[in-house]
């Protein structure tokens, strides 16, 4: 199985996906930075706790006390670092011009320029991009590289920009597509190809390893 065919596949079983849950391409934003290293369950929490407060929006986030913020964002774990990182981000965004100037950058200088502000990694970077900018960068997430693993597409721990270039030489570069196969494959994630896996009825098992196990 190739990563067309695995497209196919997951579209043919789950249907079409609508992923990102969010209010406009801010709260992308601050939700790809709240969802590190915790389920999206917990930012769901900590979101409505920022729109309760009226501070789910670039000024009231870049000018509140970092201890407030982060008691706002408690639920959602490491919630001083992301405090900091958030009125960080939402700084730069401001003195960048807010959403319309920075989705019109240059994919590649978008992207260097998110990863130099301070706590966003290539995923992180690559959420916002896909789902705030509308870029057509592909997201590798930790779901991606389990599935990858078990389909035996994938040998091991392979570095971020391979998995990525993977995808992109295989896909053509479009949003929309990039969005439905990164939604298709977190449906997968949670209903079979979880930590431990529930193999019955998965439409990938002929081609999977743990279900060959």
């Known amino acids: 199985m190739d990563l067309q065919a695995l497209y196919q596949t997951l579209l043919s079983h789950y249907g079409e996906q609508s992923w990102w849950p969010a209010d406009g391409p801010f709260e992308v934003t601050v939700g790809a930075i ?11 929490k900590a979101l409505d706790s920022l729109r309760a407060a009226d501070a789910l929006n670039p000024e009231a986030l870049s000018t509140m006390d970092t201890d407030r913020l982060a008691a706002l964002i408690r639920s959602s774990g490491y919630y001083n670092q992301k405090a900091r ?24 200088t978008l992207r260097a320029q998110l990863l130099a502000l301070h706590g966003i990694g290539p995923e992180t970077a690559d959420d916002m991009l896909l789902y705030a900018f509308d870029h057509p960068v592909f997201v590798i997430d930790s779901y991606t590289r389990r599935l ?14 391979r998995l ?3 995808f992109h030489q295989a896909l053509a570069p479009e949003v929309a597509t990039y969005r439905q196969y990164h939604a298709l494959i ?16 998965c439409p990938l098992s002929d081609s999977c390893a743990e279900a060959s196990a």
């Open 148 to 161: 990858l693993q078990r389909l035996r597409l994938i040998a091991g721990d392979e570095p971020y920009d």
């Open 34 to 44: 709240l969802t590190q290293n915790t389920a999206w369950s917990n930012v769901e």
């Open 85 to 108: 990182r958030l009125s960080g981000f939402a700084r730069w965004y401001r003195e960048q011009g807010g959403h319309e100037v920075l989705r019109q950058r240059p994919t590649e």
């Open 164 to 166: 990525q270039a993977g």
């Open 186 to 201: 977190v449906e997968h994630a949670k209903t079979h190809c979880r930590k431990r896996p529930s193999c019955a009825q």
